[in-house]
């Protein structure tokens, strides 16, 4: 009885001065692939472009002919990487788009 009780305090104190816990990787958002991004054509329609892209993150109401993808991917507390797609219209069809790509690697 002695040497379990020792054993569960010896447990308790790893367990307590360890910071390495399993941390999950954490995908948010939208996911904007290369094979997506070929398939637009500038004159698409809004109904096109959400069937190749997929419903958009964010989709101001004051500006209606924007539309925003964001992606980051977390682990832990560390930002791994984040990207930031947008497309543009003007009457309902596609105008341009731009690839905001931001790669910020930590590696503590």
Aim: hydrophobic share 40%.
């Amino acid at each position: 009885m002695n040497n379990s009780i020792k054993l569960i305090l010896v447990g308790l104190l790893v367990i307590s001065c360890s910071d390495r816990f399993y941390r999950v990787v954490v995908p948010q958002g939208n996911l904007v692939t290369d094979e997506m991004i070929q398939q637009l054509e500038v004159g698409m329609t809004e109904a096109q472009v959400n069937f190749i892209m997929g419903t958009p993150l964010i989709r101001d109401p004051l500006e209606r002919d924007r539309w925003e993808y964001y992606r980051q991917i977390i682990h832990g507390e560390k930002l791994l990487g984040k990207t930031s797609f947008t497309l543009n219209f003007d009457s309902g069809r596609l105008l341009s788009w731009t690839n905001n790509l931001e790669q910020s690697k930590n590696k503590d």
